[in-house]
């Protein structure tokens, strides 16, 4: 103990330079854990963020699975009220022979409708309308001088739409303008 105190009277600083390092490795511990602190922090925001983007696209799929449940099944369906619209197209309608069994499929063909119409179903027939290669499959061209060029002149096959998105294209025949025929021989003389 006696050489402490002689050290000690030798040296009076001794002691607040012990002190003063250990402060600062204090202070350095806590800038540290602060850091550490901060980085767990921003850790734990991004997994929240994560889980949530997780959650809402679960959300997302979960809508679109029931939006678009019947898509599959409509596909099956379709051609079935293409081929009633067929044959009432191509039926007489003042034909006594068949007018019980035409009345039978209009009737048929209207229920389909109306059940398409309830699952939000919708029929694309563009007749007349401009051409939109969103929603129109273009099967040939032919001139026309009663429409606008690229416009809609008959519809193999009407298209549908499920809850807005295309479930099949319209098939259709678009208008060109009229080819400007070559003057003849006589007119180039």
């Known amino acids: 103990m006696a050489d402490e ?5 030798q040296n009076p600083d001794a002691e607040p330079v012990a002190e003063a390092v250990s402060s600062e490795d204090l202070a350095a511990r806590v800038q540290a854990l602060e850091e550490q602190l901060a980085a767990a922090q921003d850790q734990a925001l991004r997994v929240a963020a994560d889980l949530q983007n997780v959650r809402r696209r679960a959300d997302q799929d979960v809508e679109k699975a029931h939006k678009f449940a019947l898509e599959r099944f409509a596909n099956d369906l379709l051609p079935v009220v293409d081929s009633l619209e067929r044959g009432l197209e191509l039926s007489n309608p003042d034909d006594e022979a068949i007018k019980p069994v035409r009345e039978g499929m209009e009737l048929t063909l209207k229920l389909f409708q109306d059940t398409l119409k309830r699952y939000q179903l919708e029929v694309i027939d563009p007749h007349g309308a401009p051409f939109n290669a969103e929603h129109h499959q273009a099967m040939a061209m032919q001139e026309s001088t009663n429409l606008e060029p690229n416009s809609v002149l008959k519809v193999f096959q009407k298209g549908y739409l499920l809850h807005g998105r ?4 319209a098939m259709v025949v678009v208008s060109k303008p009229p080819a400007e025929t070559p003057p003849s021989i006589d007119e180039q003389a």
């Open 5 to 9: 105190q002689t050290l000690n009277s």
């Open 166 to 169: 295309l479930l099949r294209p």
